[in-house]
């Protein structure tokens, strides 16, 4: 059966941005299929060329927040027929039904790799197309997982640089793909880290 845990709850709240900054030893997750898995020759090392977004660009990078979610639950996924519905944004407040078994699978051959909120937070970029940027974190539950968290790229005023006009789309890309070569070069692990949850208070 899919994890009810994983399930938002009518009486849960979504976690502001707050808490991320001011919780220690927060982790992200985020799966690799395991048709995509390579190994440094030799090791058990995931090889850096299975590390790669949706895009070559960052601009929404899906992942989930490790403490109720834990490694295990990287092997459960949404059948592509059920993903409109089960993947949509969940409604706070609301109750969500179960998941049927014919809605889901489960893949054990996922592996993962694992990123630090408070590295991730902290970070401030140089200049890149005149703006400094840094990485946002936003809680985004889905039907299926109330555990969703979105890591986008925001400038010096915290706006989204997918929402700033007067930077071309150009501009966008190099902003994007300077900030995911930096989170895969010097953020991203892909050996399994400590981590502490997201206290209950934060979102209940």
């Given at each position: ?59 929404d990078l899906s992942t989930n927040l490790l403490g109720i979610f834990t490694y295990t639950d990287i092997f ?17 407040g609301s109750n969500v039904r179960k998941i049927l078994p014919e809605e889901f699978f489960k893949d054990e ?42 890591i986008r790229v925001l400038d010096e005023n915290n706006n989204e640089v997918s929402q700033i006009e007067t ?38």
């Amino acid at each position: 059966m899919y994890p009810e845990y994983l399930l938002p709850k009518a009486y849960y709240h979504i976690i502001q941005a707050k808490h991320f900054a001011e919780n220690e030893d927060l982790v992200l997750i985020r799966h690799i299929e395991s048709s995509e898995v390579k190994y440094m020759e030799g090791t058990s090392i995931l090889h850096p060329d299975c590390i790669k977004f949706q895009s070559d660009h960052l601009r929404d990078l899906s992942t989930n927040l490790l403490g109720i979610f834990t490694y295990t639950d990287i092997f459960y996924g949404i059948q592509k027929e059920s993903r409109d519905e089960l993947c949509a944004l969940w409604n706070e407040g609301s109750n969500v039904r179960k998941i049927l078994p014919e809605e889901f699978f489960k893949d054990e051959g996922r592996q993962a790799y694992f990123i630090p909120v408070a590295i991730t937070l902290k970070y401030l970029s140089d200049e890149v197309q005149s703006h400094k940027w840094h990485f946002g974190l936003f809680h985004t539950p889905t039907n299926c997982n109330f555990w969703h968290v979105s890591i986008r790229v925001l400038d010096e005023n915290n706006n989204e640089v997918s929402q700033i006009e007067t930077i071309k789309n150009n501009g966008k890309k190099k902003i994007w793909k300077t900030a995911r070569d930096f989170l895969v070069s010097d953020i991203i692990s892909t050996k399994e880290l400590f981590y502490k949850p997201m206290p209950t208070e934060c979102y209940q």
